[in-house]
């Protein structure tokens, strides 16, 4: 397809990829001109640059189309083109010439691998033009512009993470190598189509937008509902927010003086700040002096008295030669004399008798001035001196006046006038500071902390299989030996590895899935052989790879109830259906699990064969045409096919057919984790896969699983086969049935498969499975709270 052909693309990006040139058209089609693909030492994968912009056109897409013009080597097992990350196969297409088979392996919206299988041969050494397009979940194949397969298959998954690979005509450096020519190479991945109808993907879109609809009228009913309640409740009352401070009340915006501070109420908050005195410039006869109740000086009356000034109501006392007391007070700018009264009778010695310089009458001394009042206010207390009282701040406030009446909080940790010590932090309160550790340490006295050994105290996030070190303000994590990961996360360690699925469960030790055993997994367990099972008498029992199944033996064929231990197999008419070899000088007799040929009486009958429509003479031994490892025999009108006997000895032994007779190091394969190398003709389990190795390529196929036939199927963890279940929360895959609904907590209909957050939660996910409520919560959910 050319830039013009495809809608005058405006921009074309060339970019060298290995041995060839790779062409990337920015709007959404990767193209790959003429490829010459027959050695086996190369690395043909787009540079990170290339590869990322076309990955972010083909992210998170559900509609594309592979389109490639080839010609495979006949029996070579290859990749065409493969996009993964790390073991994940988001999009990947191979062709198998050792099954004649293609094969579309990539991943869905459940983080599963999934593999589709499509019997055709294409490595047949001939030219040929394959399409693959899928839409959401719908697929088609065609090859030579014929339609050959057409499926409903689960929606591909496109969220490539960074780090994603394109590689073509090989999976890696190692393995799926494409051996033959590849032309025009082209993944289109979106195309906008010219008809009006919707395509599968648009379908999908749609459900999954009324799904989204759903969900939020849902939770909009909800919130709409407790909106209507509190409304209601508002309705009975006026809310405002107000501030409360020593007992009082005040609404918002309200102001007020508090001592020597201006303070408002704020959206609920009180907020102070400093009062500042206005400048007073005070009459004849007048001063500035405090008064009672009031922050700020205010001009006062004076009086002028044997060169001292007094203000308005002030005392003072003026003892005559004789010792007599006289008692002046100050009043409208004159110090006149007052009565000084009686004085009250002193319990103490009259040493101990102290003269005061505004009254007349003596006090014992330590006499308690302070309960005779006192103008200090918060913060400030009062003190007793011999003959009066004075205000003093309490620790930790400075005075805002001469007089000590009024005081405000230092912040000692802002002037640094606090001894907190290494590995503390300064927080001030009210009149005094705190010294908090930091975080890692623990405390030693008020000033100072020391290092918190979190493992000791069983504070850390180390795994169980890890070894915690204490570190300056923390700790490290080092895995036990046997063991790999970050420390918080620390896997077993299995120095072989586990085969076939296995998981390492502690050091050097497998758990193996069910059907296979031995220290790393290694062996497939015969079901059949060691008399696990036991099948009717009509069909043969087959082991496979960690499993096995009763398979109808020749003569017989399943009636469609495919029952497990081959109870359904029942006899084939091979006469009345044409499935038998009796030649025309026969007469074919149908017996129970087979048939006979049986020539009339009187008649010189041949003894020949009938095979695929030719004639076969009696004792004639040919190979099959499409299946050379297969040799067949004529034996009275018996024709009786069986695999090519092996003989290693023999120099002219076919390898294809007998792999395990090839001695070259060169047909060796390497397994995909790097590890292990096998022999031609090994097998091995791999991802839930069954691989082979053919002379030095590796094909792999998925394994096959029993049919499961019921509603609700989960694969169990480190299985490959999925299983019945009757409780549909546990299941992973169900048969859904649309006609079937589900009442959501509010009481809203939702339909089979979709999923909402339950009403008065975060982190609780619940799923509509054919009728069934199913909810469960998401720890990582409540860990991001």
């Not at 990829?17 to 058209?25: A, F």
């Not at 007020?256 to 704020?266: F, L």
């Not at 007793?384 to 000590?404: K, M, P, Q």
Request: with cysteine; hydrophobic share 25%.
């Amino acid at each position: 397809m050319s830039p013009k052909q495809s809608g005058g693309y405006p921009k074309v990006l060339i970019m060298p990829l290995g041995k060839v040139i790779t062409r990337v058209l920015v709007p959404g089609i990767l193209f790959f001109p003429l490829l010459f693909i027959l050695d086996t030492s190369r690395n043909v994968k787009a540079s990170p640059e290339t590869a990322e912009i076309f990955f972010q056109k083909l992210r998170n897409k559900c509609e594309f189309t592979i389109l490639v013009t080839l010609k495979q080597t006949h029996l070579n097992s290859g990749v065409i083109l493969s996009i993964h990350h790390l073991d994940h196969r988001y999009l990947e297409l191979e062709s198998s010439g050792h099954r004649n088979e293609i094969r579309l392996h990539y991943r869905s919206g459940s983080h599963r691998s999934h593999t589709e299988v499509f019997p055709y041969i294409l490595a047949d050494d001939k030219w040929h033009r394959l399409s693959l397009a899928i839409s959401a979940s719908h697929l088609i194949l065609h090859v030579d512009c014929n339609k050959i397969y057409e499926r409903v298959v689960e929606k591909p998954f496109m969220d490539l993470p960074l780090g994603t690979t394109f590689w073509l005509g090989q999976r890696n450096t190692a393995h799926g190598y494409f051996k033959g020519i590849m032309q025009d190479v082209q993944l289109l991945v979106c195309f906008l189509p010219s008809f009006s109808c919707p395509t599968c993907n648009d379908f999908h879109g749609l459900v999954q937008k009324i799904m989204e609809l759903q969900d939020i009228l849902a939770k909009t009913s909800a919130k709409l509902s407790q909106a209507e309640q509190r409304m209601n409740k508002l309705d009975q009352c006026y809310c405002e927010r107000t501030c409360t401070m020593k007992g009082t009340t005040y609404r918002e915006f309200e102001s007020w003086t508090d001592g020597c501070k201006n303070c408002t109420c704020m959206n609920g908050t009180v907020q102070c700040e400093a009062l500042v005195c206005p400048l007073a410039d005070c009459p004849l006869n007048s001063a500035l002096t405090y008064v009672d109740g009031k922050c700020c000086k205010e001009c006062q009356s004076v009086c002028v008295f044997e060169g001292r000034t007094y203000f308005e109501g002030q005392r003072e006392t003026v003892y005559s030669g004789s010792g007599d007391c006289v008692l002046f007070e100050c009043k409208d700018h004159k110090m006149q004399r007052i009565p000084k009264g009686i004085c009250p009778a002193l319990s103490c010695p009259e040493s101990q008798q102290i003269p005061l310089s505004h009254s007349c009458c003596k006090v014992c001394k330590g006499h308690d001035f302070c309960t005779e009042g006192h103008n200090c206010m918060e913060h400030s207390v009062c003190r007793n001196l011999e003959d009066r009282a004075v205000c003093s701040c309490r620790d930790g406030f400075r005075a805002l006046r001469e007089d000590n009446a009024y005081c405000e909080d230092i912040d000692e940790c802002a002037e640094g006038r606090h001894y907190c010590r290494e590995n503390t932090m300064c927080v001030n309160t009210p009149g005094s500071f705190m010294c908090v550790c930091k975080t890692g340490y623990i405390r030693i006295d008020d000033y100072s902390c020391t290092e918190h050994d979190e493992c000791v105290t069983n504070q850390h996030n180390c795994d169980e299989n890890a070894l915690c070190f204490n570190t300056v303000g923390g700790h490290n994590c080092v895995c036990k030996p046997g063991y790999t990961g970050n420390g918080t996360i620390c896997k077993a360690f299995c120095k072989d590895g586990c085969r076939n699925g296995g998981a390492c469960i502690a050091s050097n030790v497998c758990a193996c899935p069910q059907g296979f055993t031995g220290p790393s997994c290694e062996t497939d367990i015969d079901e059949c052989s060691d008399g696990f099972v036991q099948c009717d008498s009509r069909a043969n029992c087959i082991n496979l790879p960690g499993w096995y199944h009763c398979e109808c033996r020749d003569g017989y064929h399943d009636n469609g109830m495919f029952s497990p231990s081959g109870e359904s197999c029942e006899d084939i008419d091979e006469c009345g259906t044409g499935r038998h070899s009796c030649a025309n000088d026969t007469v074919c007799f149908n017996l129970d699990g087979g048939y006979d040929c049986r020539c009339p009486h009187g008649k010189n009958c041949t003894g020949d064969c009938i095979h695929e429509g030719k004639i076969k003479h009696n004792g004639q031994i040919w190979v099959l045409e499409n299946d050379r490892c297969s040799v067949c025999s004529c034996q009275n009108g018996y024709v009786m096919c069986r695999r090519m006997v092996c003989d290693c000895q023999n120099p002219t032994v076919d390898l294809f057919c007998c792999p395990e007779c090839d001695p070259r190091l060169s047909s060796q394969c390497l397994h995909q984790s790097g590890e292990f190398s096998y022999n031609s003709g090994d097998s091995w389990i791999q991802n839930c896969q069954q691989c082979r190795c053919l002379q030095g390529e590796v094909d792999c196929w998925p394994l096959p699983c029993p049919e499961v036939d019921c509603e609700f199927s989960m694969l169990p963890e480190n299985e490959c086969c999925p299983r019945c279940v009757s409780d549909p929360c546990q299941a992973d895959t169900i048969r859904n049935d649309i006609t079937k609904t589900c009442l959501d907590e509010t009481n809203v209909v939702r339909f089979t498969g979709s999923s909402w957050i339950k009403h008065g939660t975060e982190c609780t996910l619940c799923q509509c499975k054919n009728g069934h409520v199913c909810c469960s919560v998401d720890p990582q959910c409540l860990q991001e709270l």
